[in-house]
């Protein structure tokens, strides 16, 4: 086990919460690496020190005070549950909406300008086009060089 997750575990072995088979690995790594044996010390130290503080109680109606504010809570909670539901409902009612007429309009508008621009040529950039046909014959090359048997010569190597 990696010390991160031993670290991580550390304050149940202390505890004697784990497993049997977890208590042994720990104890094995805790002989051999200085970093976890310190982090073990610093929590055992800490729970030594926290065992000689002094046990409080809580105020007089502490208890009861704080479940009729869980009651509270729950009850409006519940009392807005329906409105949170029908509030996701509605807004995934509107999110398919959206996509269904984007794909209906898109759709539209890609027939329409297919219609408008078919069997015709198209102007474009010469700088484009140059660049275009540099950057896919390069690619090219640098696929037949990775993957075919064969070399070719691309800009004066082979």
Known sequence: MKCSKIQIKLSNYLDNALPDNEKEEIA??????????EE????KKLQS????????SAPDGF??????????????????????VFG???M??????????SIIFGNHIGKTLYKETAGK??????????????QVSNEL??????????????????
């Open 28 to 37: 094995n790594h805790l002989q051999t690496c200085p970093s976890c044996q």
């Open 40 to 43: 073990f010390a610093t929590l």
């Open 49 to 56: 020190t926290l065992g000689l503080l002094d046990d409080i």
């Open 63 to 84: 208890s009861s005070n704080l479940i009729g504010k869980i009651h509270e809570i729950e009850r409006k909670t519940e009392s807005t549950m329906p409105y949170a």
């Open 88 to 90: 996701r409902t509605v």
């Open 92 to 101: 995934a009612a509107a999110c398919t909406a959206v996509i269904l007429l």
């Open 121 to 134: 040529r198209l102007p474009c950039d010469s700088r484009v086009i140059e660049v275009l046909e540099t």
């Open 141 to 158: 090359a640098v696929y037949l060089k990775n993957n075919s048997k064969y070399s070719i010569q691309v800009g004066g190597e082979q």
